[in-house]
């Protein structure tokens, strides 16, 4: 009887190790743009708009801009902001490196003049019987 108790709650700590131990559904980066950053770089990441233009937000469908920067330049400026935080905040405490890197390949090298960055849009859920 001891055996079959020992390995049942082997098993039951296994089973409350893997749902603990499972990643985090990945965030919505589209959804992040939407809420931190379209306010200076407009919702189709080229700044165009009236505050965006008033902000100097950067412009992410320039050409020009996408070439002469790097990822790592970007992730870097996502994660540390631009001025000591005054020009543009970081976003450290709400991204990871690699939610980072995911934004500027996602999003910022995305971005087309015209097309708004909207979050995906959810899947519906499936009906249990």
């Known amino acids: 009887m001891n055996t079959i108790m020992t390995v049942c709650a082997l ?3 296994a089973g409350v190790s893997l749902v603990f131990a499972a990643e985090p559904a990945p965030k919505d980066l589209r959804l992040f743009y939407q809420s931190n950053c379209a306010r200076c770089h407009g ?3 080229s700044a165009r708009d009236a505050q965006g233009k008033s902000m100097k937000g950067q412009d992410f469908t ?3 801009w ?3 920067s790097s990822d790592a330049s970007m992730v870097k400026v996502i994660l540390k902001g631009k001025f000591f935080g005054l020009a543009m905040p970081g976003f450290r ?4 490196i690699e939610e980072s890197q995911r934004f500027v390949t996602e999003i910022i090298r995305q971005a087309v003049k015209g097309k708004a960055i909207e979050p995906e849009p959810k899947a519906p859920e499936a009906v249990q019987p």
Not at 93 to 96: A, I, M, R
């Open 11 to 13: 098993f039951l700590a």
């Open 43 to 45: 919702a189709d990441g």
């Open 62 to 64: 320039e050409a020009r």
């Open 66 to 68: 996408r070439a002469d």
């Open 93 to 96: 405490s709400q991204l990871t």
